[in-house]
């Protein structure tokens, strides 16, 4: 099946950057939609931003519109998640997911994705 593996966390001061990378294994990422979540402590897994396989669009939660941006390249087996601009209040343990589907657009809706990554610590502190 098909395996996700995370890299790119890290401690940055409020106002640093951040890319995430995903890169998967087995089958390709060919129809599967992206997500990103994260969860901070005590709370519930949110969805950041998504990107359908079908037409490339994109969406993102309204607390990283402007600042995060999604991306994927198939022929790499790679999803990334550049965040720019990060507050403390982005400060969360970062997965991301995978979501076989032939039509449609992505969900920001974590129980939509069968394939998660392991999951990496992203802090946004001075």
């Known amino acids: 099946q098909l395996q996700l593996v995370q890299s790119g966390g890290g401690l940055v001061q409020p106002g640093g950057s951040l890319r995430l990378s995903c890169v998967a294994s087995g089958p390709t990422l060919d129809y599967y939609d992206i997500g990103w979540f994260r969860q901070a402590p005590g709370k519930e897994r949110e969805g950041v931003s998504c990107?359908?396989?079908?037409?490339?669009?994109?969406y993102y939660t309204d607390s990283v519109k402007g600042r995060f941006t999604i991306s994927r390249d198939n022929g790499k087996g790679t999803i990334y998640l550049q965040m720019n601009n990060l507050q403390p209040e982005d400060t969360a343990v970062y997965y991301c997911g995978a979501d076989f589907r032939l039509f449609g657009v992505c969900s920001l809706s974590s129980g939509e994705y069968t394939f998660w990554g392991q999951g990496t610590q992203v802090i946004v502190s001075s």
């Open positions: 990107i359908s396989d079908s037409d490339g669009s994109t």
